[in-house]
């Protein structure tokens, strides 16, 4: 059986108390308390100071209302998972306008086609900004 030191024998006892222990992890850690009084009274501690908090701290009793009534309440604020990602459909839309537009006026001077795209990006930009707050405000 692997030998087990007393910080990994403390950290084993605190899982223990949740029941969350392999068998074998079980084994080794009994192996190690047999042998280590030190680690041994850690435990009985441990046992001792959840014994205490499991009963100074019941849990409230619940109505079987009380799932739906969080269900209720919680309802009205559902996010819908395409509210996060319209903003940036839109923007990328307005990019591809651009290019779109800037292609079209492919024959046109260079100033001409950055102040056209410019300008795209820009009223894409604002439109993502309106699209979010609109967002915003009917999700609250």
């Not at 604020?77 to 940036?88: F, K, M, S, Y």
């Amino acid at each position: 059986m692997e030998a087990m030191n007393c910080l990994e024998a403390q950290e084993k006892i605190l899982e223990n108390l949740d029941g969350a222990l392999t068998a074998t992890d079980q084994a080794h850690l009994q192996h190690h308390l047999s042998r280590c009084d030190a680690c041994t009274r850690f435990a009985e501690v441990q046992r001792a100071v959840d014994h205490k908090l499991a009963e100074s701290l019941r849990p409230p009793a619940l109505t079987g209302d009380f799932g739906p009534g969080v269900r209720r309440a919680i309802q009205p604020h559902r996010h819908n998972a395409w509210v996060g990602w319209l903003p940036d459909v839109a923007y990328i839309a307005g990019a591809g306008a651009a290019l779109v537009l800037c292609a079209a006026l492919l024959p046109m001077p260079a100033s001409a086609l950055l102040l056209g795209g410019g300008l795209i990006a820009i009223v894409a930009y604002a439109v993502e900004i309106a699209l979010v707050g609109a967002l915003e405000e009917a999700s609250e």
